[in-house]
């Protein structure tokens, strides 16, 4: 695998991303020119184009992996962890990363290092030993806001079946309460319109107000968006990650409320 240097770093191409090279810290830059600008810096010397914005999430208050979107051949955009591709280029795993069967654990403990040299793959655990007594709490107080078991899951670090289980023994007959389920703020007759309405958090105002869904997004962080309607005496407001699905939704909600 041919590396070069970039700010006294190694660094490798990326598989399947030809335009990007990866630094041995995770610095990741492209080096193949799109235009006439950015070849007569190539052919000045300068080593690469530009570098991408590396992002770190956080979800619920905890810090996730670096994600980075870099674009293919056809311009296609891939959202992809950092560490994934560290793993693959420095050669932590052999070919493509399998992240259904493998995770990554950082040796100092910090998600910002990095460094190839901190990073270590393990076989993928799911163990619901892990769970504290508060952990187990506040599961179940996102489950009955009806928020994604997969994403309670990635929260929490433990697979959607062991999120299943805390929901299983809670609906249990042995006396223990039941977990009750979200409920629509109105009546809907569309059942799968009143479980997402049912998502919503909802503030009652007065029934004459009525606003059409729209996205509110924001400008610093793409997965920030929300969707806000207002119908039937509730404000309704909708955090969500993924722009392009949240404007199919609001396609089908003001088709479904307001045509």
Known sequence: MTSIIINNEECRPIIDFEKYYISESGRIYRVKPLNKKE????????????????????????????????????????????????????????GKFKTKKQSIEYIDGDKKNLHYKNLRICK???????????????????????????HIGLIFEVSEIQINRIITRENQNNSKRKIKGPEAPFP??????????????????????????TIIRNSDDPTDNIIIGILNGYKLSLKHKNITRAQVNIEKLNKYFFS
């Open 39 to 94: 070849e007569s810096l190539i052919k000045n010397g300068a080593p690469y184009v530009n570098e991408k914005m590396i992002y770190f999430r956080t979800n619920k208050g905890i810090l996730r992996q670096a994600n980075c979107s870099l674009g293919d051949e056809t311009g296609k955009l891939h959202n992809i962890a950092v560490s994934y591709l560290i793993a693959e280029s420095f050669g932590l795993v052999e």
């Open 124 to 150: 993928k655990k799911y163990s619901n030993t892990k769970l504290s007594d508060s952990d187990v709490k506040k599961i179940k107080r996102l489950i009955s806001i009806g928020y994604p078991l997969k």
């Open 188 to 213: 809907i007759e569309d059942g799968q319109i009143r479980k997402y309405i049912a998502r919503f958090d909802s503030i009652e105002v007065q029934k004459e107000i009525k606003r059409p869904f």
